[in-house]
Nanobody, 125 residues
C-alpha cells in the first residue's frame, strides 16, 4: 500500500511564502511521476505542478514563476516552494503520484493513481 502524507500548510498574509512537503511510504522510484494539486473552497481540484518521470516540470499558468516543485535525491520526498502567495492560492493542497512516466494530459486529476489527505493553505489579504 502506497501512502502519501503532506505537511507544511498554514496561514500567511499575501506576499508571504510556504514550503509544502510530501513523504511517500515507498521510494518514489516505484512511481514515475508526482504532482501537487489544490482544491480552492467551493471549486474543483486543479493541478498546480507536476514533476514527470521523464524529467519534465509542468506548472499551472497561475503559479508559474512563483511556485517551484522538486524532489530529494532519493525521490522519497516531494516539495513545493510557494512564494508571493495570494488569496486565490487558498485551498487544500494534495500530493499525488502516478505510475506513468509521461502522459498527454498530466494536469488532469483522473490521470493520478495515489493521493494524500491534503494540507490546508490559507492566504489572507
Amino acid at each position: 500500500l502506497i501512502q502519501l502524507e503532506e505537511s507544511g500548510g498554514g496561514s500567511v498574509q499575501a506576499g508571504g511564502s510556504l514550503k509544502l512537503s510530501c513523504k511517500a511510504s515507498a521510494r518514489t522510484q516505484n512511481f514515475y511521476s508526482m504532482a501537487w494539486f489544490r482544491q480552492p473552497p467551493g471549486k474543483e481540484r486543479e493541478a498546480v505542478a507536476v514533476i514527470a518521470g521523464n524529467g519534465d516540470l509542468i506548472y499551472a499558468d497561475s503559479v508559474r514563476g512563483r511556485f517551484a516543485i522538486s524532489q530529494d535525491n532519493e525521490r522519497a520526498n516531494l516539495y513545493l516552494v510557494m512564494n508571493d502567495l495570494q488569496p486565490e492560492d487558498t485551498g487544500m493542497y494534495y500530493c499525488a503520484a502516478a505510475l506513468w512516466a509521461r502522459t498527454p494530459d498530466p494536469l488532469l486529476a483522473s490521470k493520478w493513481h495515489y493521493w494524500g489527505r491534503g494540507t490546508q493553505v490559507t492566504i489572507s489579504s
